[in-house]
């Protein structure tokens, strides 16, 4: 490919076509490079070199190109372009910036081609001599050019410092470092390059020095060192306690001004962020406390230099020409200046009513307008927006001009007197009838009933009851878990529910389900109590079932956290199982028993089932600790099967309740002989069982080994429920 630079919009059109080129495939980016190369010298025209110094950066930092050795082999052609970049004087600076960004993306990869190549002492002379340039731009360049620098300077840091092998035998995949070279070598002096290294971070680090901090520096060092910390523990402790004697705050000075704010709260945010995640990921991190330590004291001043309702402090003497509208009263004579005069008008002399106690407006419209017609609610909806709108100070102001009329109406003034309503003539001593003496009713005291409250509606009931159900169990991730160890023996007679934990109290929501209407039909006044829970439909229309709620919460709350909270499950299921034991000893011909547990268990395996993936194997546990299985649960187990990647997970079920649970053996049985019959999938995954426990179904003579005399169906062991 060859690029003609005789017209530069031209050129510019084709460089465009051959970057879109590359982009589309990835594959043709070394030979895009080698043709444009040419064009965008440093010879070439200003666009024609910006162009260029964008390209190559994007090229050698791109993920496109995943082969190491590619990335190598290009940086070997981009190495004469980039000296010539940045040895030129005057360049552009979008040049220089893509150049520096060039060279953080091409000095790993031709460190470790000299590491491998130590015959090639060209190549990385000019690599030392780029560094060198790069180096002495730190602090003489504009901003956007320092901030290229700061992220060289963290890739030179990383480079020649040690690092981790991961596999000897294979270099290419393990990162530039020190580790890397000889003790030999005869380019790469390791002693001396490791010194370099430490004496790059120590100028990194000034930046956290500096009496008036530069908030984008900082940040940007911040952003970059993060990885030194992360991959060079040698070096970490270092920049930690050069991070933690820096303090966002310490150059404030009054008044501040908006930008000084932005970039103190950019500064405070970004070191809080860096300090959290190093907590987060390092707990036991030995400068661990000292990082706890340091973020509460940042937030302590933050909260002293930006909280805008604490006094500021008195000053040391008068200023201002002793005014005391800013300063406290001190030892200095302070000249008497007259009250503020309010904004209001004062009240006329004579009698006041109450109308014009209140009125502050100056308008004679406003004073004459009639609000009577008005009604009250809308006078409400009219007035709390007008209150809500106006300005505190205002408000204030207004109340205190009618707090003064108040004060100024109760003093005596001859002519002023307080607001009272119209008082007829008055009349002569003589003509006025004697006053009857009124006496106190007779009231005995007797008992004080309080009315009953209005009855609730079935509307109302069911609103209160679910929202106290979802109270209930939404606080169960809040408690504690068990502290009982797991060797203790409690013994049957041991409380359920002795402890605020949160296994006491999904135990205590458990029975709240099951067994708040067990034996109800015993008592004759029970008769015209609603059986909801046994054995209708889950599907109500006459009411509101506490119990149904209940098992509908808990049905997701453990589908919320499936994994986590299969205990709960496990819990909640053994207590509808017995629930429906002392049910069915319960039943009369007028009421069935229930039969909650099979609804209720099968309902959550069709929950599950959904969800589960081929490494989920606590549904083996969960089968396990069920205590009953039937048929319908074992066909949801065998449903696993219709997907190839759960066969595995599903024949793993279904043997370990083979070994494990002699009472279902024939039913998993069953399903597994079914699943080999009928599920070319699952052949391979039930041959095993099938050779140990049905031979003769293979076309076998060999007879069963002795387990399966263990086959014959057994009652089920009730297990142990705690009282």
Same mark, same amino acid.
């Given at each position: 490919?060859?690029?003609?630079?005789?017209?530069?919009?031209?050129?510019?059109?084709?460089?465009?076509?051959?970057?879109?080129?590359?982009?589309?495939?990835?594959?043709?980016?070394?030979?895009?490079?080698?043709?444009?190369?040419?064009?965008?010298?440093?010879?070439?025209?200003?666009?024609?070199?910006?162009?260029?110094?964008?390209?190559?950066?994007?090229?050698?930092?791109?993920?496109?190109?995943?082969?190491?050795?590619?990335?190598?082999?290009?940086?070997?052609?981009?190495?004469?372009?980039?000296?010539?970049?940045?040895?030129?004087?005057?360049?552009?600076?979008?040049?220089?910036?893509?150049?520096?960004?060039?060279?953080?993306?091409?000095?790993?990869?031709?460190?470790?081609?000299?590491?491998?190549?130590?015959?090639?002492?060209?190549?990385?002379?000019?690599?030392?001599?780029?560094?060198?340039?790069?180096?002495?731009?730190?602090?003489?360049?504009?901003?956007?050019?320092?901030?290229?620098?700061?992220?060289?300077?963290?890739?030179?840091?990383?480079?020649?410092?040690?690092?981790?092998?991961?596999?000897?035998?294979?270099?290419?995949?393990?990162?530039?470092?020190?580790?890397?070279?000889?003790?030999?070598?005869?380019?790469?002096?390791?002693?001396?390059?490791?010194?370099?290294?430490?004496?790059?971070?120590?100028?990194?680090?000034?930046?956290?020095?500096?009496?008036?901090?530069?908030?984008?520096?900082?940040?940007?060092?911040?952003?970059?060192?993060?990885?030194?910390?992360?991959?060079?523990?040698?070096?970490?402790?270092?920049?930690?306690?050069?991070?933690?004697?820096?303090?966002?705050?310490?150059?404030?000075?009054?008044?501040?001004?908006?930008?000084?704010?932005?970039?103190?709260?950019?500064?405070?945010?970004?070191?809080?962020?860096?300090?959290?995640?190093?907590?987060?990921?390092?707990?036991?991190?030995?400068?661990?406390?000292?990082?706890?330590?340091?973020?509460?004291?940042?937030?302590?001043?933050?909260?002293?230099?930006?909280?805008?309702?604490?006094?500021?402090?008195?000053?040391?003497?008068?200023?201002?020409?002793?005014?005391?509208?800013?300063?406290?009263?001190?030892?200095?004579?302070?000249?008497?200046?007259?009250?503020?005069?309010?904004?209001?008008?004062?009240?006329?002399? %004579? &009698?006041? !009513?109450?109308? =014009?106690?209140?009125? /502050? *407006?100056?308008? +004679?419209?406003?004073?004459?307008?009639?609000? @009577?017609?008005?009604?009250?609610?809308?006078?409400?909806?009219?007035?709390?927006?007008?209150?809500?709108?106006?300005?505190?100070?205002?408000?204030?102001?207004?109340?205190?001009?009618?707090?003064?009329?108040?004060?100024?109406?109760?003093?005596?003034?001859?002519?002023?007197?307080?607001?009272?309503?119209?008082?007829?003539?008055?009349?002569?001593?003589?003509?006025?009838?004697?006053?009857?003496?009124?006496?106190?009713?007779?009231?005995?005291? %007797? &008992?004080? !009933?309080?009315? =009953?409250?209005?009855? /609730? *509606?079935?509307? +109302?009931?069911?609103?209160?009851?679910?929202? @106290?159900?979802?109270?209930?169990?939404?606080?169960?991730?809040?408690?504690?878990?068990?502290?009982?160890?797991?060797?203790?023996?409690?013994?049957?007679?041991?409380?359920?529910?002795?402890?605020?934990?949160?296994?006491?109290?999904?135990?205590?929501?458990?029975?709240?389900?099951?067994?708040?209407?067990?034996?109800?039909?015993?008592?004759?006044?029970?008769?015209?109590?609603?059986?909801?829970?046994?054995?209708?439909?889950?599907?109500?229309?006459?009411?509101?079932?506490?119990?149904?709620?209940?098992?509908?919460?808990?049905?997701?709350?453990?589908?919320?956290?499936?994994?986590?909270?299969?205990?709960?499950?496990?819990?909640?299921?053994?207590?509808?199982?017995?629930?429906?034991?002392?049910?069915?000893?319960?039943?009369?011909?007028?009421?069935?028993?229930?039969?909650?547990?099979?609804?209720?268990?099968?309902?959550?395996?069709?929950?599950?089932?959904?969800?589960?993936?081929?490494?989920?194997?606590?549904?083996?546990?969960?089968?396990?600790?069920?205590?009953?299985?039937?048929?319908?649960?074992?066909?949801?187990?065998?449903?696993?099967?219709?997907?190839?990647?759960?066969?595995?997970?599903?024949?793993?079920?279904?043997?370990?309740?083979?070994?494990?649970?002699?009472?279902?053996?024939?039913?998993?049985?069953?399903?597994?002989?079914?699943?080999?019959?009928?599920?070319?999938?699952?052949?391979?995954?039930?041959?095993?069982?099938?050779?140990?426990?049905?031979?003769?179904?293979?076309?076998?003579?060999?007879?069963?080994?002795?387990?399966?005399?263990?086959?014959?169906?057994?009652?089920?062991?009730?297990?142990?429920?705690?009282?």
């Amino acid at each position: 490919m060859t690029m003609s630079a005789a017209s530069g919009t031209a050129s510019l059109s084709q460089l465009a076509f051959a970057r879109q080129f590359a982009l589309n495939n990835a594959t043709h980016y070394p030979q895009i490079v080698e043709g444009v190369l040419p064009a965008i010298g440093s010879k070439a025209g200003l666009e024609q070199r910006r162009w260029g110094a964008d390209f190559l950066a994007e090229t050698l930092a791109t993920p496109a190109i995943e082969a190491e050795d590619q990335k190598q082999k290009l940086s070997l052609l981009v190495l004469k372009v980039l000296k010539e970049y940045l040895e030129t004087p005057g360049e552009d600076t979008v040049v220089v910036k893509n150049a520096v960004q060039l060279a953080t993306s091409v000095y790993p990869l031709i460190f470790k081609y000299t590491v491998c190549h130590p015959e090639d002492g060209a190549t990385w002379q000019n690599m030392a001599a780029i560094k060198s340039n790069i180096l002495k731009r730190m602090d003489m360049s504009p901003l956007g050019i320092k901030l290229c620098c700061i992220k060289f300077i963290q890739r030179v840091v990383q480079v020649q410092s040690a690092g981790v092998i991961s596999d000897p035998r294979r270099s290419e995949e393990n990162e530039a470092s020190l580790a890397l070279v000889p003790p030999d070598h005869p380019l790469i002096p390791t002693s001396r390059l490791q010194a370099e290294a430490l004496g790059l971070l120590d100028r990194l680090l000034n930046v956290f020095q500096d009496s008036k901090p530069d908030a984008i520096l900082v940040t940007a060092t911040i952003n970059s060192i993060g990885v030194l910390v992360r991959t060079r523990p040698p070096v970490a402790n270092r920049i930690l306690s050069a991070m933690l004697s820096f303090t966002p705050y310490h150059s404030a000075t009054y008044p501040l001004d908006s930008r000084a704010k932005i970039a103190m709260k950019s500064m405070e945010r970004t070191i809080r962020a860096f300090m959290l995640n190093l907590n987060k990921r390092n707990p036991n991190h030995p400068l661990a406390g000292r990082v706890q330590s340091y973020l509460d004291r940042l937030q302590h001043q933050r909260a002293e230099l930006f909280d805008e309702s604490r006094k500021r402090p008195a000053a040391s003497e008068p200023t201002d020409g002793l005014d005391t509208a800013k300063r406290q009263r001190l030892d200095a004579e302070v000249p008497e200046t007259s009250q503020q005069a309010s904004p209001y008008a004062s009240l006329p002399s %004579g &009698p006041v !009513t109450l109308a =014009q106690l209140y009125t /502050l *407006t100056q308008d +004679e419209n406003h004073k004459a307008y009639d609000v @009577t017609p008005i009604p009250k609610y809308l006078l409400d909806r009219i007035i709390v927006p007008i209150l809500s709108s106006i300005d505190d100070g205002h408000l204030n102001t207004a109340l205190d001009a009618v707090r003064a009329r108040w004060l100024s109406m109760s003093e005596p003034h001859p002519s002023r007197q307080p607001p009272t309503r119209a008082i007829p003539p008055a009349v002569p001593k003589q003509q006025l009838p004697p006053t009857p003496i009124i006496s106190a009713p007779d009231v005995s005291r %007797g &008992p004080f !009933t309080i009315p =009953q409250p209005p009855p /609730l *509606t079935a509307e +109302e009931v069911k609103q209160y009851g679910q929202a @106290t159900v979802s109270r209930i169990i939404g606080n169960f991730d809040s408690l504690e878990a068990s502290s009982t160890s797991k060797n203790t023996i409690l013994g049957f007679q041991r409380l359920a529910a002795s402890l605020n934990d949160r296994d006491s109290w999904v135990t205590v929501v458990a029975r709240l389900a099951t067994r708040t209407t067990t034996g109800l039909g015993k008592d004759q006044e029970s008769k015209n109590v609603k059986q909801e829970d046994m054995g209708r439909s889950p599907e109500r229309s006459n009411g509101f079932s506490v119990a149904e709620a209940i098992r509908d919460a808990l049905h997701l709350h453990v589908l919320e956290d499936f994994r986590k909270r299969i205990d709960v499950a496990i819990c909640w299921l053994n207590e509808e199982w017995y629930n429906d034991r002392l049910q069915a000893k319960d039943a009369t011909a007028t009421m069935q028993p229930s039969q909650n547990y099979p609804r209720c268990c099968l309902k959550l395996l069709d929950s599950l089932l959904t969800y589960l993936d081929s490494k989920d194997r606590f549904i083996i546990r969960f089968m396990s600790e069920l205590p009953a299985i039937d048929t319908a649960m074992v066909d949801r187990i065998k449903s696993l099967a219709l997907d190839p990647d759960r066969v595995t997970l599903a024949v793993q079920t279904l043997h370990f309740l083979v070994l494990y649970r002699p009472p279902v053996r024939e039913i998993c049985l069953d399903a597994i002989e079914d699943l080999w019959r009928n599920n070319d999938s699952a052949k391979t995954a039930t041959m095993s069982t099938m050779k140990r426990w049905r031979p003769l179904v293979l076309g076998q003579t060999s007879t069963p080994l002795p387990e399966t005399k263990a086959a014959t169906p057994v009652k089920p062991v009730q297990p142990a429920v705690a009282v």
